[in-house]
Nanobody, 119 residues
Framework: QVQLVESGGGSVQAGGSLRLSCAAS????????MAWFRQAPGKEREWVAS???????SYVDSVKGRFTISRDKANRTLYLQMNSLKPEDTAMYYC?????????????WGQGTQVTVSS
């Protein structure tokens, strides 16, 4: 099992930047595919980005070129660097983990961190 704790959310103006962090504890961090999801009020949860155990990354089209997912294996931390933020990026952001491969449902979740982007 792995435990996840997010931080780094906040309020910014459109065009600004934020970096989200997700600290992992428990089983070896390198065993897990890691991802970021988000959920805006009244909308379904949306996958944003993921990084596999080899460092390969994937992004939803709406954030490509603006967001970067990365992982620090030594510090057991997942990051999401968010640049050129837009009001439509406003959501609760969740860190998630899935053992080994990225395909399939994620079984471990953090509590979320709120990101609010004003126009």
């Amino acid at each position: 099992q792995v435990q996840l704790v997010e931080s780094g959310g906040g309020s910014v103006q459109a065009g600004g930047s934020l970096r989200l962090s997700c600290a992992a504890s428990g089983e070896p961090f390198t065993w897990y595919c890691m991802a970021w999801f988000r959920q805006a009020p009244g909308k379904e949860r949306e996958w944003v980005a993921s990084i596999d155990t080899s460092g390969g990354t994937s992004y939803v089209d709406s954030v490509k070129g603006r967001f970067t997912i990365s992982r620090d294996k030594a510090n057991r931390t997942l990051y999401l660097q968010m640049n050129s933020l837009k009001p439509e990026d406003t959501a609760m952001y969740y860190c998630a983990a899935r053992k080994w491969q990225c395909g399939g449902a994620f079984g471990y979740w953090g509590q979320g961190t709120q990101v609010t982007v004003s126009s």
